[in-house]
């Protein structure tokens, strides 16, 4: 019964990037725009794919091509790590990669990085007002209530004695 399927294009685990697998598969850019074409031709008109990536394997540089690439496939919605697999999850996010796609994408977007808490949130809402998802991750593992937060616009009165319930 799904509709949709997600190709993780952003795995960093080096024992997965090292088969060309998930981030890996990034710095094949012909064999990715094979893998698409190819995908997009016998897939079931009823079926959309999203795409989770990184901006490259060792260089934010690698990002511009990999965008021209997502670019010409009817992708459903490209969620974006602003680091690339080489960087995993340490140092600042490339917030220049992501609105660089901001600018270029042909389909919705998704900001995914370092999104820990209401603060953070707010801050991708005022800095790329056209994007209408996040990927929690990491936040939501430190702070089970943050999307709730973040939809009431505040952590409510019990949320202590619930956070203790929860767990």
Known sequence: GYREFNLNLGCPSGTVAAK?????FLSELDALDAFFDELFEKLDPELTVSVKTRIGRCDPDEFPALMEIYNRY???????????QKEFYRGHVHMDAFAYAVRVARMPLCYN????????????????????????GR???RDPLLAEAWFAGGYPEDSRERLCRFH
């Open 139 to 141: 936040g939501l593992l």
């Open 74 to 84: 009817p992708i459903s919605e490209l969620t974006i790590h602003p680091r690339v």
């Open 113 to 136: 990085g370092d999104i820990l808490d209401i603060e953070d949130i707010q801050r991708i809402e005022e800095q790329f007002p056209s994007v209408e998802h996040m990927m929690l």
């Open 20 to 24: 060309n697998k998930g981030s890996g």
